[in-house]
């Protein structure tokens, strides 16, 4: 079985490159390379998640499956007196992502290797964020928002972007099993944006 973004060691060939991308109005530079996901240019899901979510500034947030860091660092420009945990299986991305936010000028970040949400056990945030690994299975996807449901504060809120056509109806059925309820924030070139909030009755 061939390697994907999903592996903790990539074993691709480096192929480092830096690219630009406007994001919520601000022009972000990302060093990017062989092994991790969507490594030429922020994918398309990643961009509509980022132009819908919502962080209010001194908000605690997690970005699970971070890549090389577009999502997290976005989220920590939007909120400069919070702090933005971000996370990443993959050892390459880790690494990029911290690089990423050096080259920024972002310092309101946590970046940590981490198999779903394990590094962050006992901490709970305002806002999860996430373009879930699709590639390593349903299993992984569905633990992840598990997982996030547990480390949310009460009245937080789980923001999830999936493509209509790599399950987004299932992914919807899931969370909806998880919060009871779940907003489609909005759609766009296929992708549905995803809200849970955890409501404690």
């Not at 972000?28 to 919502?54: C, H, N, P, Q, W």
């Not at 991305?93 to 050096?102: I, Q, S």
């Not at 919807?172 to 907003?183: D, Y």
């Given at each position: 079985m061939?390697?994907?973004?999903?592996?903790?060691?990539?074993?691709a060939r480096h192929d480092r490159r830096v690219i630009s991308a406007v994001l919520r109005g601000t022009?972000?530079?990302?060093?990017?390379?062989?092994?991790?996901?969507?490594?030429?240019?922020?994918?398309?899901?990643?961009?509509?998640?980022?132009?819908?979510?919502?962080?209010?500034?001194?908000s605690s947030?997690?970005?699970?499956?971070?890549?090389?860091?577009?999502?997290?660092?976005a989220a920590a420009r939007l909120a400069p007196e919070g702090i933005v945990t971000m996370l990443d299986i993959?050892?390459?991305?880790?690494?990029?992502?911290?690089?990423?936010?050096?080259?920024n000028g972002i310092s309101n970040v946590k970046i940590m290797e981490s198999d779903v949400l394990a590094a962050v056990a006992g901490q709970t945030f305002d806002?999860?964020?996430t373009n879930p690994p699709i590639r390593a299975g349903k299993s992984v996807v569905h633990r992840i928002f598990e997982?996030?449901?547990e480390h949310l504060n009460e009245t937080g809120?789980?923001?999830v972007v999936i493509q209509k056509k790599q399950?987004?109806?299932?992914?919807?059925?899931?969370?909806?099993?998880?919060?009871?309820?779940?907003?489609e924030i909005g759609k766009d070139k296929g992708y549905r944006i995803l809200k849970a909030e955890k409501i404690i009755k």
């Open positions: 061939s390697q994907h973004y999903y592996s903790q060691q990539p074993e022009t972000f530079r990302f060093t990017s390379d062989a092994g991790v996901f969507s490594k030429g240019d922020v994918d398309y899901g990643s961009r509509a998640l980022i132009e819908a979510m919502e962080i209010p500034d001194g947030v997690l970005d699970v499956g971070c890549g090389y860091g577009p999502i997290g660092l993959n050892s390459r991305a880790v690494e990029l992502a911290r690089e990423n936010a050096k080259l806002v999860i964020l997982e996030a449901y809120a789980l923001w399950g987004a109806p299932s992914a919807a059925a899931k969370l909806e099993s998880l919060f009871g309820e779940v907003q």
